[in-house]
């Protein structure tokens, strides 16, 4: 499968990348940054993923730990509306995405 996994460098990727990779999967990381692209790792704006050049036009999974931390829980669904257009124009059979949970203020006391 090819995989793309956004938030690549985040603490709760740590090692994806290199499990698929072992288990013969192609996987290309994403962070964020000035677009540009160095051997697997593309860097970009996240919200502007599909117009990354160097992401590839077909991708079989998606694996999503972007976060918009510090950010409204409208700004994090903006962005997950933005995931899903993407997923959607490449055919991504398999979106896995990890709850944006903490785009909640720390002191809510019920989610």
Same mark, same amino acid.
């Given at each position: 499968?090819?995989?793309?996994?956004?938030?690549? &460098?985040? #603490?709760?990727?740590?090692?994806?990348? =290199?499990?698929?990779?072992?288990?013969?999967?192609?996987?290309?990381?994403?962070?964020?940054?000035?677009?540009?692209?160095?051997?697997?790792?593309?860097?970009?704006?996240?919200?502007?993923?599909?117009? &990354?050049? %160097?992401?590839? =036009?077909?991708?079989?999974?998606?694996? &999503? /730990?972007?976060?918009?931390?510090?950010?409204?829980? =409208?700004?994090?669904?903006? #962005?997950?509306?933005?995931?899903?257009? #993407?997923?959607?124009?490449?055919?991504?059979? %398999?979106?896995? %995405? #990890?709850?944006?949970?903490?785009? /909640?203020?720390?002191? =809510?006391?019920?989610?």
């Amino acid at each position: 499968m090819q995989i793309l996994i956004l938030g690549a &460098n985040s #603490f709760a990727a740590n090692g994806a990348a =290199e499990r698929l990779s072992a288990a013969g999967h192609k996987v290309i990381r994403f962070t964020r940054g000035k677009t540009s692209v160095s051997g697997d790792l593309v860097q970009g704006p996240v919200n502007q993923l599909a117009g &990354n050049p %160097h992401l590839p =036009e077909k991708l079989d999974a998606v694996i &999503n /730990y972007v976060i918009l931390k510090d950010r409204s829980p =409208e700004n994090n669904v903006a #962005f997950l509306r933005t995931l899903v257009a #993407f997923c959607l124009g490449r055919s991504v059979k %398999h979106l896995i %995405h #990890f709850s944006s949970i903490s785009s /909640y203020v720390a002191n =809510e006391k019920l989610v």
